[in-house]
């Protein structure tokens, strides 16, 4: 298990590299290179950026000068605002982020399984039928229309009531979060309740519940100890790409409900064209996917013991 | 066990065709095995023909409906399909200084019937309102906090008991709300609320001039005619919705379906050679496919227009076509090279080499035809995913932007006046949902008709 | 019939709903064991084996399966459709049940141990500790090697022969009074068949459970059977004792399945004969008998009647239900039917 753990992380760091790498490339290859050209920046910004990037040296030894800032951890300053750092703008508003995020991931993971294993259980009868057409309209309807028609239910139903039961924007309490966690993680467990109720089906006629039963168990047991357990597997491994999904869906879900995250302010640096601030916060997103990901599969190692001796 | 008696043929033995084996069932191809079950699904069936109509939509739907997307309609301006388009034919403006009725005590009315011209209010004076009146407009009833609205305007004497609205006027009903300011100018004392439906209104000049009416000698002040019509209504802008989705549409389809058939036919290209080379290349070329994989998608989609030289507010349908290609090819090679390993060992090809067969036949009578099936479902799982992606650009400003327009960049245009004029935002938004939920259902017809394999269990 | 043996099953009948429409798996099926003997049932695949012993133990998935007629006594009380008798489970307590694959029959995610304890924890009260040390001696019962170490291994982590011991052990943790073993060795390799079937033996013996044993393989039946039961198209074609449906085969099939088994002789001139076509289409269970078309010595009744039970002899329980045994029908030598090839 460490041994697997520890060949995970150094692929990690390869990948992550490799992200830095693509990232920088990119960066350099937009039409006059505005990390070369004097872009409209003041003179005071331009001066600090030439010192953290080593912009007066030829590329490649400003591409070594970026990845031994990104070794050391220091993701870059602003291109248009003064004295600004990307660590603090990570530090200031991705904790933001990660709570919205944490908690859609919570919420479309159970929900997830535990949609798709009632599905899987009441097979072809009303509570399955009525539960799928609400998941194929949940991979359907876009996030931001979620967003936005949740956002529309929630003034409308406020205004109705005469005060306000849930926030409609912005961040702060509990109450501010429900919401947007729910249209955040909304699609992730549509598709996680399919992946369910999917697997979950292919375990009720496995052969080893039909050993179970043959066995005499009482039927939540086998449910808990036999089916749940081994139909949970897959929903594990597809948890990777669905913080990744989570991840990036929060963008829209911070720019419609008016939460101060990263993903908000990535959009205004794009609109803003701070190009620094872009290529930071690209590298963080990545190498923050890149170690989900291998953290989702340790946890999976923990759980199915299959994949622990590799 | 009882006795029964027999005829008296019964054991002489029998002879009939009895050995012969008897195909039961018509030999069938794949292709044409797949189609039967296709035709058998429903969903799958109607979600089809939900696409073929999606693409009648987008390619015939301009020939017949030939109004611009980008004309402005400035007589119906973020009007919902159901509204009501008889328009009175009124004088030209002429400017008002109020009238005092000499009718006290009937509280705040309106002089007028309410036009989109203008809307004339009256009311009784308020001896209290020493600094004058303070005039507000609300689409939405006022509840319990005393949200009037918009402010319009003052009149700082209290005889000055009137107010004319011509601020962007709708065919809808506002709530008006006078409230009394006291010496200091601050608001005093409650407001008093009068809600007002206001009707369509036009000149016959201006009638003439947007094609409405061959001659303006023709009506007559008060006449009903019916402005142009707008089978979804308008936009922000006055522009038609319908065509707007129609052209929107070409948009949206054309990178929903082009992107995914480049990526597709270039993951195919990239994932068979790597399972066809095997061992040490196979290995490279999948290691750098994994690395395309973790690259965060969107954000990398963003800095490729970015890279492109497009800012912000400018359209890049190209340079989205090329970054969506770029990076999502790796899934369908992946996907590739494992069929093509696993065919590779399949007892058949064995078989068939055994047989003398050329590694051109091969490829040409097993390969391919044994992955076109899961080649043809990713592909159709890929559209409403592409779709998807646009659409998320666009609404975050950073796809298709204004004036062209898209299902996303409309939605996008749309969620700024949700709360006035929901149908901006729902019309394009039910065209997303609609096209993805088509292509996702017939994905899953696919999967189930095409590849046993990947059956669902449903 | 022979309501007093310890397990006995009367005039079963199965029916599967599917998209083709009504299948007749199991068509009036009886049969009974008694303790310390062995049934075998045998037949090829397809004829309702599994389906009857599946249903006889409440694991047919109902829908669409449906038991349309029949009883299954365990000592004299009813387990059709209800197995649950008196607030307990019988199965896992009183009838043991093992499967053909061991490979997929064992949860992948639960140690083998556990899998074994957990049976004893439901119906014999154990505590978690007792129920593994319990396993651990069942394991070291079936003869696995470094019992205590194994049984904290994964299925995954066994190999075929061992997976299908460790189910023995799991299918006679409560020292059931039947082990029904469904095609327990066709999975596994020949030699490991063998120590299978041995251990089977040595279990009966010393336990003096039932067994009823569903195979296809001939040469099992011998080696295991007290009494065979000769399945074909939903119904129990021929059966009685081993000897009897070995050496004096009542029914044309049974010869064809004989026919078409290697024996271990080098003097006879044998050759494998097989059985041409295939069993009949059970949406539409033909009228007369089962085996009709592709009988070699079908008659003109075979085709519109459904032959009875023909009792072979008034001493023993060895029946055939086929016209050849009527005494109006010309005797057609069986023994011949299936060696033409070769005499000529």
Request: with cysteine; net charge negative; glycine share 8%.
């Amino acid at each position: 298990m460490w041994r697997y753990t520890a060949k995970r992380l150094i692929q990690g760091v390869i990948t992550v590299w490799f992200i830095a790498t693509a990232t920088f490339a990119a960066m350099h290859m937009v039409p006059g290179d505005p990390l070369a050209s004097e872009k409209a920046v003041s003179a005071e910004i331009r001066a600090n950026l030439e010192a953290k990037y080593g912009l007066d040296k030829p590329v490649f030894q400003q591409y070594l000068i970026y990845l031994g800032n990104l070794a050391r951890g220091d993701f870059g300053i602003s291109f248009t605002q003064k004295n600004r750092e990307v660590n603090d703008i990570i530090r200031e508003h991705f904790p933001v982020s990660a709570t919205l995020g944490l908690l859609a991931v919570t919420f479309a993971g159970l929900g997830g399984v535990l949609w798709g294993a009632l599905t899987a259980l009441y097979r072809n009868r009303l509570p399955d039928i009525i539960i799928m057409f609400l998941v194929i309209l949940g991979i359907s309807v876009p996030s931001f229309v979620v967003a936005a028609i949740s956002q529309l239910g929630l003034v409308n139903l406020n205004n109705l009531l005469g005060f306000n039961v849930l926030p409609v924007g912005g961040w702060g309490t509990v109450s501010h979060m429900i919401v947007p966690a729910l249209v955040l993680g909304l699609s992730t467990m549509a598709y996680l309740t399919r992946l369910m109720r999917s697997s979950m089906l292919e375990i009720i006629n496995s052969d080893f519940v039909r050993t179970a039963k043959a066995k005499g168990l009482p039927p939540t047991r086998i449910f808990t100890k036999h089916q749940l357990r081994n139909a949970v597997l897959p929903v594990i491994t597809v948890l990777g790409p669905a913080i990744a999904a989570i991840t990036t869906g929060g963008f829209v879900v911070e720019l419609v409900f008016a939460i101060p995250g990263l993903g908000r302010y990535f959009v205004e640096a794009v609109q803003q064209l701070d190009y620094t601030v872009i290529m930071g916060t690209t590298v963080f997103y990545g190498a923050f996917l890149v170690f989900m990901v291998i953290a989702v599969d340790v946890v999976y190692g923990l759980i199915d013991p299959r994949v622990r001796l590799d | 066990m009882a006795e029964q008696s027999f005829s008296a043929d019964a054991f002489e033995p029998l002879h009939v065709e009895q050995h012969k084996q008897v195909l039961s069932r018509p030999s069938l191809s794949y292709w044409e095995d797949a189609w039967i079950r296709l035709k058998n699904n429903r969903r799958a069936l109607i979600s089809l023909y939900i696409v073929i109509a999606l693409l009648a939509f987008t390619l015939i739907g301009p020939l017949v409906w030939q109004i611009d997307p980008s004309v402005q309609d400035l007589d119906q301006v973020s009007q919902p399909p159901w509204a009501d388009r008889r328009a009175t034919v009124v004088e030209p403006y002429t400017p008002w200084r109020g009238e005092t009725l000499d009718s006290p005590g009937s509280g705040l009315r309106t002089a007028q019937p309410a036009n989109t011209q203008a809307v004339r209010l009256i009311w009784d004076v308020d001896a209290t309102a020493e600094g004058g009146y303070r005039i507000y407009r609300n689409i939405f009833p006022i509840g319990p906090e005393k949200a009037y609205g918009l402010p319009l305007g003052e009149q700082f004497s209290p005889d000055e008991t009137w107010f004319e609205d011509r601020l962007d006027l709708k065919a809808r009903g506002y709530y008006y709300t006078v409230v009394p300011l006291d010496a200091r100018y601050q608001e005093s004392g409650e407001g008093e609320t009068l809600y007002v439906e206001v009707h369509n209104a036009i000149t016959a000049q201006g009638a003439v001039k947007r094609g409405l009416i061959e001659d303006a000698a023709a009506v007559r002040e008060g006449d009903a005619i019916k402005l142009a019509l707008h089978p979804l209504g308008t936009d922000y802008l006055g522009r038609d919705l319908l065509s707007r989705l129609m052209h929107g549409a070409r948009v949206s389809l054309f990178i929903g379906i082009v992107a995914p058939f480049l990526y597709v036919l270039l993951g195919v290209g990239y994932g068979a050679t790597a399972g066809f080379l095997g061992s040490r290349a196979d290995a490279v070329m999948m290691r750098f496919a994994d690395f395309v994989v973790a690259l965060p998608f969107l954000l990398f989609m963003i800095l490729f227009k970015i890279m492109f030289g497009i800012g912000p507010g400018e359209s890049g349908i190209m340079p989205m076509l090329i970054a969506m290609v770029i990076l999502s090819w790796p899934a369908t090679s992946r996907l590739v090279r494992g069929q093509i390993l696993q065919i590779r060992e399949e007892g058949y090809i064995g078989a068939s080499r055994l047989l003398g067969a050329k590694t051109n036949y091969l490829v040409l009578r097993h390969m391919i035809p044994n992955t076109m099936g899961v080649i043809l479902v990713t592909l159709t799982f890929a559209v409403p995913s592409a779709i998807f992606t646009e659409a998320f650009l666009s609404f975050i400003g950073m796809g298709v932007a204004p004036p062209t327009p898209s299902w996303g960049s409309m939605c996008n245009e749309g969620i700024k006046t949700m709360l006035s004029t929901p149908h901006e935002l729902i019309f394009p938004a039910l065209f997303i949902s609609i096209t993805v939920l088509a292509f996702n259902l017939l994905g899953d017809g696919l999967r189930d008709a095409l590849d046993a394999r990947m059956r669902s269990r449903e | 019939m022979s309501s007093d043996k310890l397990l006995s099953v009367e005039n079963l009948a199965v029916e599967f709903d599917t998209y083709g429409g009504t299948v007749q798996a199991v068509r009036d099926v009886s049969f009974a064991v008694d303790a310390g003997e062995t049934l075998a049932v045998v037949g090829e695949s397809g004829c309702g084996k599994s389906v009857t012993v599946q249903s006889v133990m409440g694991l047919i998935p109902m829908p669409p399966g449906r038991i349309t007629s029949g009883t299954a006594k365990l000592r004299g009380r009813n387990i059709l459709g209800n197995p649950i008798v008196g607030g307990e489970d019988i199965r896992g307590a009183e009838i043991g049940m093992i499967f053909q694959d061991p490979m997929t029959s064992l949860n992948p995610t639960m140690n083998i141990g556990d899998q074994i304890a957990e049976t004893l924890e439901v119906h014999r009260g154990f505590t978690a500790k007792q129920a593994f040390n319990r396993a651990v001696e069942l394991l070291e019962m079936v003869r696995i090697p470094e019992a205590a170490k194994r049984a904290k291994q994964y299925p995954f982590e066994f190999s075929g022969g061992m997976l299908q011991r460790a189910m023995i052990a799991t299918a006679i943790a409560c020292e059931p009074a039947v082990l029904i073993a469904d095609e327990p060795t066709t999975a596994l390799d020949v030699t490991i068949q063998a120590q299978i079937l041995d251990l089977m033996n040595d279990l009966k013996r010393d336990t003096n459970m039932a067994i009823i044993l569903i195979t296809h393989d001939l040469g099992v039946v011998a080696r295991m059977a007290d009494e065979v039961a000769v399945m074909y198209a939903g119904q129990i074609v021929e059966k009685g004792a081993v000897d009897d449906v070995f050496y004096r085969s009542a029914h044309p099939y049974t010869l064809g399945l004989r026919a078409a088994m290697p024996v271990n002789d080098r003097e006879a001139e044998h050759r494998l004969t097989p059985i041409d076509g295939s069993p009949p289409d059970l949406f539409h269970p033909p009228k007369g008998c089962g085996y009709c078309a592709r009988c070699p010595a079908a008659m003109k009744v075979c085709n519109d009647v459904v032959p009875p039970e023909f009792a072979m002899s008034d001493t023993t329980d060895h029946f055939s239900r086929c016209f050849l045994q009527h005494p109006e029908s010309s005797a057609v030598r069986l023994d011949g039917l299936y060696r033409k090839e070769v005499s000529a």
